[in-house]
């Protein structure tokens, strides 16, 4: 009868994904990391909303991130993802969720304990919202990419689950300077409690670190509010920037150390960074004498901080696990004065302001005539003057609105009328736009507890003072309850553009522009953490509010997608076109070049569409990727007459320091597609050998 029962706890435990033996442990830990990189050619970026920023290649692979944090004395866990992603839009974690239902039943993983966040960055491709305005860019819907993006995450998050095991959770913070800049500090002096701070954007890094119990880390969680923004508009190849790239080489330090498992999942995380830019040097200029130079002193400078705080790591996190999510239906929710200090006021209809189509002038700008940051109700008719025609030139004009052209410009502009409740901010185009909505009305307010640490999710880019406000709310709630930090969780769970202080919105520039709900939506943020908050510290239960619509299955314009792939008779795919020299040495660039399929017949996840191949002992060994930050893959179009669909697959490498002596070659592989059958089919080519000399 003993030995029945203790099969029994055994078989309970396994299927809860616990190891019994873990019970006496302070936390059970599982990491996991997968690839999420979407089509590589021929679809437009989401960041910068330039519908010519077509993607061309791959600088870096896209990845989640995945972390399951699990107390050992029930079934109660939760999972924190960072994925490499310009936001996570709400169809991707509807599609998550509904994935992990599937595989784990209704319970397990739901809307409350899963947290899904995105490292922001500007160049990796997009169309992969359910609502309008992040497709514009791409020109539609692509859905190839949202399936890439939504299996990733989800298998990022089973890998985690899997690998569940006892461990503890260190706590750490310090002061990175030198890296952010506020690209907007004009609205930022307008606050009264800038006194309170000494800098104008957030330099705290938080950092957990996951240890297995052998004291071997398995993983970490960096937040630190920047801008993912070093590669500017004029980047083809998809890159996870700075951000991605933090992540690369600490992991890549990692799988060196000795405290280290080996196999270290890193995660550089965003948070309050809507005003923050790693252009340190001027308006684009992050200091390189390239924008990739610029990406990996912005990256080597997280890092290198992101060591020293895992070198020191001694506060560890007591267990202590707890979560609420709602969702609110935000357009017209009303915000007590205490939070408004304006007395009782309803958050606004949604609606985009003239200064948006400004973009940002220090990382961004559209450069369209007669736009420009600070467009308000205050100084139209003298210092700018809307018209018909300057509307309809901004249509043109900035790539992000080119899609209106389907939607019918005139009409928007006929029935737009500015919404006093958003004043000072001059309406360009409502939520809600000839039929198609741009935004979720339906926002995800999220907050996890980890022992003295709470994370605040974010739906949206929080300003570098909005989110200050935020944090000090929901601290001072939860004072005398064993929390000691509280850290925003940037662009969690769906994406709403941004959320400025009222003192910046009032000033209208590119950050108030985009800040879609009105004045008032940081006080509603602060009302709502702050009840939910409150709850968590009485063991309360916050009401779930209205379940977002699936609109999965109501997407109008699609991305087009390959048709077929050609070549001329005599060639073949893979065949070398452009050939390497026979010696390099350090600092040079090799570069040989293939005739190609489209990479969108696959996008050859957790593979590489390059290697760089290495001579050991006679065989060929893989030596670096398409994911390693000295590679590139370049993608391009051949526009010789006679060849109408034949394409070049390009392989760079840029030789490092640290490059061993050798015999070397390029290695393509890809995918072709017939037009007669539509049958995709695999091939490879391989440049000649050269030698590295160092």
């Given at each position: 009868m003993k030995t029945k029962i203790i099969r029994w706890y055994t078989t309970f435990f396994i299927l809860l994904g616990f190891s019994p033996l873990a019970l006496s442990a302070e936390w059970l830990l599982g990491t996991g990391k997968y690839d999420i990189t979407g089509p590589a050619a021929d679809v437009g970026m989401v960041g910068y909303g330039e519908t010519s920023q077509t993607t061309k290649g791959i600088h870096s692979r896209l990845w989640s991130r995945a972390f399951?944090?699990?107390?050992?004395?029930?079934?109660?866990?939760?999972?924190?993802?960072?994925?490499?992603?310009?936001?996570?839009?709400?169809?991707?974690?509807?599609?998550?969720?509904?994935?992990?239902?599937?595989?784990?039943?209704?319970?397990?993983?739901?809307?409350?304990?899963?947290?899904?966040?995105?490292?922001?960055?500007?160049?990796?491709?997009?169309?992969?919202?359910?609502?309008?305005?992040?497709?514009?860019?791409?020109?539609?819907?692509?859905?190839?990419?949202?399936?890439?993006?939504?299996?990733?995450?989800?298998?990022?998050?089973?890998?985690?689950?899997?690998?569940?095991?006892?461990?503890?959770?260190?706590?750490?913070?310090?002061?990175?300077?030198?890296?952010?800049?506020?690209?907007?500090?004009?609205?930022?002096?307008?606050?009264?409690?800038?006194?309170?701070?000494?800098?104008?954007?957030?330099?705290?890094?938080?950092?957990?670190?996951?240890?297995?119990?052998?004291?071997?880390?398995?993983?970490?969680?960096?937040?630190?509010?920047?801008?993912?923004?070093?590669?500017?508009?004029?980047?083809?190849?998809?890159?996870?920037?700075?951000?991605?790239?933090?992540?690369?080489?600490?992991?890549?330090?990692?799988?060196?150390?000795?405290?280290?498992?080996?196999?270290?999942?890193?995660?550089?995380?965003?948070?309050?960074?809507?005003?923050?830019?790693?252009?340190?040097?001027?308006?684009?200029?992050?200091?390189?004498?390239?924008?990739?130079?610029?990406?990996?002193?912005?990256?080597?400078?997280?890092?290198?901080?992101?060591?020293?705080?895992?070198?020191?790591?001694?506060?560890?996190?007591?267990?202590?696990?707890?979560?609420?999510?709602?969702?609110?239906?935000?357009?017209?929710?009303?915000?007590a004065g205490e939070y408004t200090g304006e007395g009782q006021q309803n958050i606004c209809e949604g609606a985009v302001g003239w200064s948006f189509t400004a973009g940002s002038s220090w990382d961004g700008p559209s450069g369209i005539d007669g736009i420009f940051e600070g467009m308000s109700v205050e100084n139209e008719g003298t210092e700018w003057d809307r018209s018909e025609s300057l509307f309809e030139s901004v249509v043109r004009g900035f790539p992000l609105f080119g899609l209106m052209n389907a939607f019918s410009a005139a009409a928007v502009y006929k029935d737009t009328q500015d919404d006093p409740c958003q004043y000072p901010k001059p309406t360009f185009v409502e939520r809600k736009v000839v039929g198609q909505q741009l935004y979720t009305p339906y926002l995800p307010f999220q907050m996890f507890r980890i022992g003295s640490l709470v994370l605040v999710a974010a739906p949206s880019e929080m300003t570098t003072m909005a989110g200050r406000r935020l944090e000090e709310k929901v601290l001072a709630s939860m004072q005398g309850h064993g929390v000691t930090r509280v850290v925003i969780a940037g662009l969690a769970n769906a994406y709403t553009g941004y959320v400025t202080t009222h003192e910046e919105f009032d000033r209208q520039h590119y950050e108030g522009g985009h800040t879609i709900y009105g004045p008032n939506t940081l006080a509603a943020y602060q009302q709502i953490y702050t009840g939910m908050a409150n709850a968590m510290n009485n063991n309360l239960a916050v009401d779930a509010g209205p379940t977002p619509t699936d609109l999965s299955n109501d997407q109008i314009i699609h991305v087009i997608g390959v048709v077929y792939d050609d070549k001329r008779l005599w060639e073949s795919f893979g065949q070398v076109w452009n050939d390497v020299r026979s010696n390099y040495s350090v600092g040079d660039t090799v570069s040989a070049s293939f005739r190609s399929g489209h990479p969108r017949n696959d996008f050859r996840t957790g593979d590489t569409f390059i290697e760089i191949q290495r001579k050991v002992n006679g065989n060929w060994e893989t030596y670096l990727t398409d994911n390693d930050l000295d590679t590139r893959f370049i993608w391009t179009r051949d526009t010789a007459v006679d060849c109408l669909a034949c394409s070049f697959a390009e392989g760079q490498w840029v030789i490092g320091e640290d490059t061993p002596a050798g015999t070397y070659r390029i290695k393509h592989k890809g995918n072709w597609k017939s037009g007669w059958t539509g049958k995709v089919s695999s091939y490879s080519g391989k440049s000649s050998s050269f030698t590295v000399n160092n």
């Open positions: 399951v944090i699990a107390n050992p004395q029930d079934s109660q866990r939760l999972v924190f993802v960072s994925a490499d992603l310009q936001s996570i839009t709400q169809g991707v974690k509807q599609g998550v969720v509904a994935k992990l239902k599937s595989r784990y039943g209704n319970d397990r993983f739901t809307d409350e304990n899963v947290m899904l966040t995105a490292t922001h960055t500007h160049v990796g491709p997009g169309g992969y919202d359910h609502y309008v305005m992040l497709n514009m860019s791409a020109l539609g819907y692509a859905e190839d990419n949202y399936n890439a993006i939504v299996e990733g995450i989800y298998q990022s998050i089973v890998m985690a689950n899997s690998s569940l095991a006892e461990g503890d959770i260190y706590l750490e913070q310090g002061t990175l300077l030198n890296t952010s800049i506020n690209r907007n500090p004009e609205p930022y002096a307008q606050n009264p409690d800038t006194g309170n701070y000494q800098y104008n954007t957030n330099k705290t890094m938080t950092q957990l670190k996951l240890v297995n119990a052998n004291n071997k880390a398995l993983g970490i969680i960096n937040w630190f509010a920047l801008h993912n923004v070093s590669l500017g508009t004029g980047q083809r190849q998809l890159s996870s920037d700075h951000k991605g790239a933090a992540s690369y080489l600490f992991e890549q330090w990692a799988s060196n150390q000795t405290d280290s498992t080996g196999n270290l999942v890193a995660a550089f995380a965003n948070s309050n960074l809507g005003d923050a830019s790693p252009n340190i040097c001027g308006p684009g200029n992050g200091c390189g004498s390239s924008e990739y130079e610029s990406l990996e002193l912005a990256a080597e400078k997280q890092a290198n901080k992101a060591k020293s705080l895992y070198s020191t790591s001694n506060n560890k996190l007591l267990n202590n696990l707890d979560y609420r999510h709602q969702y609110i239906y935000f357009p017209g929710y009303t915000v």
